[in-house]
Structures are given as structure tokens and as C-alpha cells.
């Protein structure tokens, strides 16, 4: 135990970000060597160097994780402030299937879990997922085995069906957070059932690391949490700029850490230098793509596996994602935590979180962030892997183009399965789209 | 005062004792017609996309009011899309059950939300809620359930077809409890029970037993339905709840009490459980899981349920449908070729 606890600290701190180090070193290496290409974006981020060291060392350290500290895998939406304190290293699946999305490894790991059973109309991310569990195979070299999994509903059904084949596979406790679905405004016993759940969990992850949930260290990490979902939101209003300093498709790796890390200072620190590397990039006029000419917003996840190809795509003509509603869910989800009461306020936040809201609310958000950013078009990202992100967009296509006057585009795909995805139908979509701008 | 259901599990017996007669939306089947046809993606349960397109078209305007359960991410989605963005003028409801085991919070949430429920139905159906009223509705429902069992449970022995019997068994989704309730008594008289019935009998489980063409030609390829767990039909047959005097307490028993159901999110341990369970009662020999295309709840337990069968060396035969009219000749004849598996004492 003492000797695994080692290698686990030994990995996060400085074996992690040697190899993060080392991978950055080569990558530029090879960049080096190669002729220099024309690239329609503007310079490369400067955090991203941090960024990869960042989410590398989490990784790396997470291989050493198991039986070095209680392990918890849960879902993207969770409140994992409430975990933190008790000592849980936190693994997020939907993070890892994101990973292998863009490295297109998910027919592969989907075809594993096909052949059980599973079908393929289930989300990706799932596929993913207990595909990755039942062959080994990761791009992360290994994932650490649960103690714990944590579920909460408030992204989809889905990840609770996800999360009993995986209590099924591990055999380990699955805690579940349901949250009702908010129709217009939450009842008060809707929030209290999400606070006698959030309790309930206290006691489970108690029970689990041997540790107690001080109220001071809950207050901590509330604190924290709360702080890094602010640096987030400041990143992202840097976007409002003209030109705007990054893309939407940087939001989407930029976004890791606010996952993955929420409630730690390692995020923070990580979102304050991006926020500052993206505030002098709008002092110096330095854009995300080189001629910023029309400004979208992207609605829904993104398309992993092609989200630099339609980034380019569309940089190329001058079109650059400002905004993302799915970025955005990010700087919303932890601000209305409150460091005084984790619990009660964690039950409010976590239960109006944007795909837990009805479609006027998310209609008023996508309206807000068309105007926020000025943008002239939008494209709706219709992901057969995410049906209650997408079932109403055919409706808010129709409204945020009359109520704003913007072109809007629905475009079918998935966020990780590329067998989803119909490559020159797509780009004869997106480029009959930017031809409407004229 | 009428409400449009929409699937699955809703306080029938509140409703019941309102006085608002309930009337199920499954779809219905075909294909989506009218404004409101494309609204919802094509990777989107058939059942969702049909129901809008019927209710926008008016398909629905005899009623007063919907109700939409807690169902799954699409009929959520339905939810809102229909009543926010158009497609349903009128009154709605919604009934916000707990997923997952009955734990200590969903319990308390579960009374919490039932009692919200009539406090918004209690205007619409113009009275209190009385507890007299509720009491025998909870009695009645709880005869109609004895009544659905005893027909399930003895269709080896019962003289009647399998359309014939779901015909019946599905007209209590729209009729009144106590019509309901008369023709189940005068079927279970009229079905008699006599020898055990010849064919193949089979357990088949899924969302809705449409088109009702699969029962006729399981029929005519020699098989029957022994043991039936579709969610419209046998997963609402509620057999082992305890009558507490409390009529609020009995309501909460009864739902607690159903049988595992996928949209409940029930363990699929549990649920398989239960299924070889009916199976092994029902003397099944093979099992046929009808799935709604793109119904996740449903897709995720189809592994552990082809496990659990597989270890009893029971055939399994997946069928996929998306609400249609007919059944498709592919489906036909898997379903035939199935039955002639069974009969032929093959496994799968």
C-alpha cells in the first residue's frame, strides 16, 4: 500500500510530467523537421504544451491509482467536489472515450462490445467505454480499476444503463445521483430528493475510503470548484472578442481539465495562464484562425473524430466557431455551487445543468450566446449518439434562425463513431452553408 | 375528463380515483404523417417521433390533457418539445419517477412527487382527491391486475388465440377501469381453462407488442405466448403488493412492487432473474426479446438478458421493429425459422 501510494504520487508529480515533457519535446521535434505548411489557423497556444503535460501526468498517474487511493469513475456531470475531500482519484469515462474518438480507435473497441450484445445504437461514448474494459485496449496505457462508480443523470438515462454494465463488469458499488428533469422551474422536492441523494453518497464514499467529509474540506473544494468554473467562463468570454483569440475546437481540448480536474488547484492554475495567454492574444489582435470573416457557434459535442477536418474546413473560408453551447455547460454547471452549503447548493446546480433544463431554456442559452458573440451562423451538430442533446434541434434551427436572423445548420454525425459519419456529404453540407454567407 | 399516457408506468389508480379516464399513446403505429413527421430526428425510438406527429396533427384532441412519464431521454425530450414548441395546446403533466433501486430518497421522493402530481391534477379534474375514492381505486386496479394475471399466467391451458387475448388485454389502456375490469372477468370465464394447449410456447419481452402481425404468426408457425413481460402488457402486472389499509401507502407499494422494468432502470441481474423466472414457470423453450429500434433503456439489458438465457441453454431471438404497420417478410421469417429451431429442439 505504502509503496503503491508512492509510485502513484511519484507518477503524478514527476514521472507524468517528465513523459508529457518528453512528448511535447518530440512532437516539436518532428514539427521541426517537417516543411511548414499553410495553416489557415492562427499560431498554436502556448498552454497547450501545458495542457498535454497536465492531462498526461493525470493519466499517467491514474495507472497507479488503484490500490494507492480510492478510485472513483463517474459520470462528466457529477458533483466530484463532494469526492474530492474523501481522497478519490476521479476518472471520467466520457473523457477517455473523447480520447479514443480522436484517435478513431472506436469501431475497434465498439465491435468488442457489439459481438455481447450491445448494440450499436447506443451511445458511443458507452460503446467506448465498456469496450475499452473488456479488451484492455486505451490510449491512456491503462486505466485504474473503480472502488467506486458515481452516476448522475443529469446529462442522460444513458450513463445509468452505461454505469450498471460497468458496476456488472467490476463488480464494485454504483452510487446514483437522479436528477429530475427541470420543465420550466424545479420543484423544491425535486431538489431535495437530488440533497438526500448527494448525503447518501457522502456516506458511501465515507464508507469507502475510510475518511471523513470535513465540512471545512468540502467548503475547500466548493471553493475551488467554483473558482475554476469562473477561470473557464473567463476563457471562454475571451471569445467575444473580434477577432476571437482561440477556436471553438481549442474550447473543446481546453476543456479537459474543468472535467477532469474540477475542484483541484491544478485546474486552476492551468485556466489562469490560459486566461491570461488568451487575454494578451485579443491585447495583440492575435485571432484563432488567420482572416476571422464569420463568427458560429457550435451546438451539441463535438465530432471528435473529424474536429480538426471540419475545423480546417471551415477556417479555411474564414468561419471560425466562437462559441459552444457544450463548452459554455462547463463555466455554468459548478458557478451557483456556494462553498457554505457543497450539498444543498451541489443538489440546485447539478440538477440545472443545461441538459437537464427543457428546450426554452436551452433555446435562451443558445440565444444569449449568439448574441454574447456576435455570430452570424450556427451549426447544430444533430449527434445520433446524444439523443437528448439533439431531439429539439430541428425546432431551435427554425427559431434561432428567424428570432436572429443567422443561418443555422444542422448537421448529422456522432461525437466518437466514424461509421456515423458520412465524410463528403458532410463537407458538401458545411460548404453549400458557408456559401450562403456569400 | 380524458388524459392522453404516454408509456410507461404512471398512478393509474390516482387517476382512476380523479375520475380522468386514461388513454395510453403507444405511437401509435405507421409511419409519421402531418407538420410534426419531422421534427424528430430518424435515430430518435419511433414511438417518440410518432407521438409527436400525432399529437401536432390533432390525433389527440379528444382528450383534455397529457401526461408524460418519466420514461426515457426521448419521451422527455417529448416532453418538452411538444408542449414548448408546439404540437400540444393544451393541458400537460408530468410524473418524474425515480430511476434505480428503492432506496431511502427515491421512497420519500417517489410520495413527494405523487402528491405534487395531484395537486396539479385535482384542478383539472375539477375534485379532491378523496381517500375513500382512491382505496377502492386502488382495489379495483388491484382486481384488474388478478384478472390480467390469471389470464397471462394460464395461457397454456386457455382457450383462446394469442391476437384475440392481447386485444383484450391492450383495451385497458384506453378503456374505462370498471368496462375494463368487466370484460376481463367475462374472458376469464369464457376462456376456460382446458388441456394444455398444443405449440411451442415462448416468453417474449419488449416495449409493445406491435404490430400485432407477430402474434399471428407465431401463431402460425405452432408457437405461442407462455409468458409475456412486454412493458405495455405483463410488466405492469402488478402481483405481490401487500394491501396496506393506507390507500397512499398501497398506491406506493404497487409501484414499488411491479416487476423490474428497464425504464425503471431495474438491475438487469434482477430483471433476468425475473425473466427465467417466468420462464421456467411458464415452461417457455425459447425466448424472443422485440425491441423498439433506438430504445436505449431496453438495448442495454439485451446483453445480460441473452446471458442469462444462454446459461439456461434457452434460444434466443432479438427482433428489432420500429412501430410498423405490418411485420416485414425479413422478420417473418426469422420468426418462423426461430420456431422451427425450437420445435426441432435446436439451440440457438
Known sequence: MILRRAQFELAGRVVGPFLASLDVWKRQLRRRRRAPRESPFGPPLESVRKLKELMTAHYFQGRFADGAVPVAWVTSGFPVEILRPLGFHAVYPENHAAMCGVQRLVPGLSDAVEAMGFSRDLCSYARTDLGSVVTGRTPVGRLPRPDLLACCTNICQTVLYWYRALADHFHVPLVLVDTPYVYGEAKPHHVRYVRDQLEELVRVGERISGRRAEPEALAEVARKAKEGTDLWADCLATGRSRPAPWTGIDGFFHMAPIVALRGTDTCNAYYRLLRDELRDRVRRGIGGIREERHRLLWDNLPIWFAVREVATLLAERGFNFVCTSYTNAWAEAGSRIDPRDLIGSAAFSYTHIILNQDLPNRLGILRRLARDYAVDGAVLHSDRSCKPYSIGQVDLKERLAAELGIRVLLLEADHSDPRAWAQEQGENRLTAFMESFG | MAVAVLPIHYPKEILTALDVLSVELWGPPGAPRGDGAGRIQSYVCSLARNALAFMAAGG?????????????????????????????????????????????????????????????????????????????????????????????????????????????????????????????????????????????????????????????????????????????????????????????????????????????????????????????????????????????????????LRRAFAARGVPVLVLEGELELELSGQAVTRVEAFVEMLAAGRAA
Open chain 2, 60 to 304: 389527440a384532441d379528444a382528450v383534455d390533457g397529457v401526461l408524460f412519464p418519466h420514461t426515457c431521454d426521448s419521451i422527455q425530450g417529448l416532453a418538452t418539445l411538444a408542449t414548448d414548441f408546439g404540437g400540444w395546446g393544451k393541458k400537460a403533466f408530468t410524473f418524474l419517477h425515480p430511476k434505480g433501486p428503492a432506496r431511502e430518497s427515491s421512497r420519500t421522493y417517489l410520495e413527494a412527487e405523487l402528491r405534487s402530481l395531484v395537486r396539479d391534477l385535482e384542478p383539472f379534474a375539477g375534485r379532491r382527491l378523496e381517500p375513500a375514492r382512491l382505496a377502492a381505486a386502488v382495489a379495483l386496479h388491484r382486481e384488474i391486475d388478478a384478472c390480467r394475471a390469471a389470464l397471462l399466467d394460464g395461457r397454456p391451458r386457455l382457450a383462446a388465440g394469442d391476437p384475440e387475448l392481447y386485444a383484450l388485454l391492450r383495451r385497458g389502456e384506453w378503456l374505462w377501469p370498471e368496462d375494463h375490469l368487466a370484460e376481463l372477468r367475462e374472458a376469464r370465464d369464457r376462456f376456460r381453462e382446458g388441456p394444455i394447449r398444443p405449440g411451442i410456447p415462448v416468453l417474449v419481452s419488449g416495449y409493445v407488442p406491435e404490430p400485432p402481425a407477430l402474434l399471428e404468426v407465431l401463431e402460425r408457425s405452432g408457437a405461442y405466448v407462455a409468458a409475456d413481460d412486454y412493458a405495455a402488457v405483463g410488466r405492469r402486472v402488478v402481483r405481490a403488493a401487500a394491501a396496506a389499509p393506507d390507500p397512499w401507502q398501497a398506491v406506493l407499494d404497487r409501484y414499488w412492487a411491479a416487476p423490474p422494468c428497464s425504464t425503471r432502470s431495474a438491475d438487469p441481474d434482477e430483471r433476468a432473474r425475473y425473466l427465467t423466472g417466468l420462464l421456467e414457470r411458464s415452461g417457455a423453450r425459447g425466448a424472443i426479446l422485440h425491441i423498439l429500434k433506438f430504445c436505449e433503456p431496453e438495448l442495454f439489458d439485451v446483453p445480460a
